[in-house]
Nanobody
Framework: QVQLVESGGGLVQPGGSLRLSCAAS????????MGWYRQADGKQRELVAS???????AYVDSVKGRFTISRDNAKNTLYLQMNSLKPKDTAVYYC???????????????WGKGTLVTVSS
């Protein structure tokens, strides 16, 4: 069974850094588009950063210049490097990916369970 498992969240002071990881486990033929979403208390889930299978990236304006999304296809892992963190970055961060389990079926969309990032002094 395919799963996405996030790690790397925690408590950090304003201005600090964290690196989130999302490991895809199970039988995976290919990883296609992937992304990080976040949801703060009382707010809707928003797309923070995305990366295509070819490596093209996109970011929400509020994190441009501070966050970097990357992927390691050999390790079936997605990353989010977060620098210069602000209290408004506090949220549960979710990994999302289109994964193809065999070359004979189309990719399906998967979500991780999330990892909490708290930015506070």
């Amino acid at each position: 069974q395919v799963q996405l498992v996030e790690s790397g969240g925690g408590l950090v002071q304003p201005g600090g850094s964290l690196r989130l990881s999302c490991a895809a486990s199970g039988s995976i033929f290919s990883m296609q588009a992937m992304g990080w979403y976040r949801q703060a208390d009382g707010k809707q889930r928003e797309l923070v950063a995305s990366i295509t299978s070819g490596g093209s990236t996109a970011y929400v304006d509020s994190v441009k210049g501070r966050f970097t999304i990357s992927r390691d296809n050999a390790k079936n892992t997605l990353y989010l490097q977060m620098n210069s963190l602000k209290p408004k970055d506090t949220a549960v961060y979710y990994c999302n990916a289109d994964l193809q389990v065999t070359p004979y079926v189309r990719a399906m969309n998967y979500w991780g369970k999330g990892t909490l990032v708290t930015v506070s002094s």
